[in-house]
């Protein structure tokens, strides 16, 4: 009976966040947070290997609830700035209304297009994103136009990607295999730097330009 509740609590936020509910942000964000994140996702694990330094510029992409963003914010300091990247306009919302509230002087919160992440031309140092790369579109166009356009010149980007290990990304398909992730931003332009075996449900590759 315990695993037909926990299967009910995490496919009904899942399918009113697919079908677009509108006002639905608490929904939503336990959708994409689930039970106990914390224990399995490492987060300030993630955060230290990032190697992360004071004032830099970050974009969350995919920020969802904020779950990464305001440990991002910490990580760089007042001098430094987080954009929360998402393309949900509940999301976008909840996360204004957090960082107000909270009165976060360097979170700033966009609202993004499938293929754009409007971001600040050549700003960014690090391009952080967690279980959103599955669904990007045309992946390898998508992160060229980033490294174009939106990375600094010493600018890296972080994927934390569900591999397939949990029942949950094996059912709904929310997952990408790692050589998948390397061949597609390999073709972007980028060349794999680190590959770290912290999360057991995900893969966590950081990429640099190539050149």
């Known amino acids: 009976m315990r695993s ?17 509910c509108t006002g639905c942000a608490g929904w939503k964000r336990f959708a994409y947070e689930g039970f106990n994140r914390d224990a399995w996702q ?11 330094r004071e004032g830099e510029q ?11 963003t305001f440990r991002l914010a910490d990580a760089v300091g007042d001098a430094g700035r987080v954009y929360a990247v998402d393309i949900d306009d509940d999301m976008v919302a909840y996360l204004k209304q ?19 992440p409007m971001l600040p ?10 279980n ?13 136009r980033v ?17 397939g290990h949990s029942w949950f990304s094996r059912s709904f398909g929310h997952m990408t295999p790692k050589q998948t ?16 075996e912290l999360v057991d449900r995900q893969d966590f590759l950081v990429f640099a330009p190539a050149d």
């Open 4 to 20: 037909r509740v926990l299967l009910v609590a995490w496919v009904a936020p899942l399918l009113l966040a697919s079908a677009g």
């Open 42 to 52: 490492r987060p300030d694990e993630v955060i230290a290997l990032l190697g992360l």
């Open 58 to 68: 970050v974009a969350d992409l995919g920020a969802g609830g904020g779950y990464f």
């Open 98 to 116: 957090r960082v107000a509230r909270e009165r976060v002087a360097n979170v700033e919160v966009v609202r993004g297009e499938p293929g754009d």
């Open 121 to 130: 031309d050549g700003r960014i140092d690090l391009l952080f994103t967690s």
């Open 132 to 144: 959103t790369y599955h669904h990007i579109q045309d992946r390898s166009a998508y992160f060229r």
């Open 147 to 163: 490294l174009e356009r939106d990375l600094s010149p010493d600018g890296r980007v972080a994927i934390l990607e569900l591999n």
């Open 181 to 196: 992730i390397v061949d597609e931003m390999t073709a972007a332009g980028y060349r794999q730097v680190e590959d770290f």
